[in-house]
T-cell receptor, first 115, second 117 residues
Framework: NAGVMQNPRHLVRRRGQEARLRCSPM?????VYWYRQLPEEGLKFMVY????????ESGMPKERFSAEFPKEGPSILRIQQVVRGDSAAYFC?????????????FGPGTRLTVL | QQQVKQSPQSLIVQKGGISIINCAYE??????FPWYQQFPGKGPALLIA?????SEKKEGRFTISFNKSAKQFSLHIMDSQPGDSATYFC????????????????FGSGTRLLVRP
């Protein structure tokens, strides 16, 4: 059973460009979380999605950031008009969330560098 | 209210020693407390987790101690090994099992552990 997959692993963008980060959850998992980790800091929750639904986006900046988890295909975190402060590691986690399965499984992350 | 405070920021332990990392929280609604281990360039991986209905949970060399009244929990790594050198994060969540529950993890700021040979 493959783990959570994220691509690209590294992404370099210039200020003002768009960044698209992809996350394929583990097989059988229908819950996806996105977290952001700034250098030397802990992970901060951004958004929680189920298939075709955003459940909690309380941690996501109101502007420039959006997320989706379509019925088919990976979850996408989109950052428009990137700025230097967006440089961070972005982690996706997935969970089955059936009774007794509480663990969130993390992917390897996408390291975004904004020049 | 949503914060989880973690200490120390960094820790150096000799091989064979005990590593202790502490976390404190404010929100009494938290009912799930996992510890994650992260190696450089990798995503966090679940190490061990505890619910507030028990005061201690042990898995191999790793033990979580939980003090509900003090709203504190700690990770103890017995017989620490150089391979344990990593960053450790405590976290907290509200599982609730309600339809609109978020289950999001609130992470501490991390502890960088170095185990010297």
């Amino acid at each position: 059973n493959a783990g959570v997959m994220q691509n690209p692993r590294h992404l370099v963008r210039r200020r003002g460009q768009e960044a698209r980060l992809r996350c394929s959850p583990m097989k059988g998992h229908s819950h996806v979380y996105w977290y952001r980790q700034l250098p030397e800091e802990g992970l901060k929750f951004m958004v929680y999605l189920q298939k075709e639904n955003i459940i909690d986006e309380s941690g996501m900046p109101k502007e420039r950031f959006s997320a989706e988890f379509p019925k088919e295909g990976p979850s996408i975190l989109r950052i428009q008009q990137v700025v230097r402060g967006d440089s961070a590691a972005y982690f996706c986690a997935s969970s089955p969330f059936s009774v007794g399965d509480d663990e969130q499984f993390f992917g390897p992350g996408t390291r975004l560098t904004v020049l | 209210q949503q914060q989880v405070k973690q200490s120390p920021q960094s820790l150096i332990v000799q091989k064979g020693g005990i590593s202790i990392i502490n976390c404190a929280y404010e929100n009494t609604a938290f009912d799930y407390f996992p510890w994650y281990q992260q190696f450089p360039g990798k995503g966090p991986a679940l190490l061990i987790a505890i619910r507030p209905d028990v005061s201690e949970k042990k898995e191999g060399r790793f033990t979580i101690s939980f003090n509900k009244s003090a709203k504190q929990f700690s990770l103890h790594i017995m017989d620490s090994q150089p391979g344990d050198s990593a960053t450790y994060f405590c976290a907290a969540s509200i599982l609730g099992r309600w339809m609109d529950s978020s289950y999001k993890l609130i992470f501490g700021s991390g502890t960088r552990l170095l185990v010297r040979p």
